[in-house]
């Protein structure tokens, strides 16, 4: 369940409350009784593991191998 911060608009108390998504907003500040609105910060992700960033699908190599140019045909062997 996510945790969601309320601000006071009276006292400025900061307020965590662990809610549901279903759950209605916190309105009444406890400790004045002052409107409460919901607090929007950063979001704090970490991506760990593989996969994530554009050079871990990429080979060890960081030059671009040259194309492959056809082989010249092989010289008949002379019979002597």
Do not use: W
Request: charged share 20%; net charge negative.
């Amino acid at each position: 369940m996510p945790t969601y911060e309320y601000e006071c608009q009276a006292c400025h108390q900061r307020v965590e409350a662990v809610q549901r998504f279903s759950d209605p907003a916190l309105t009444t500040c406890e400790i004045c009784g002052g409107d409460l609105k919901k607090v929007f910060s950063a979001v704090g992700i970490v991506f760990k593991g593989s996969g994530f960033y554009k050079n871990d699908s990429r080979g060890t190599t960081t030059s671009a191998t040259p194309a492959a140019t056809p082989a010249a045909p092989a010289a008949p062997a002379s019979s002597d």
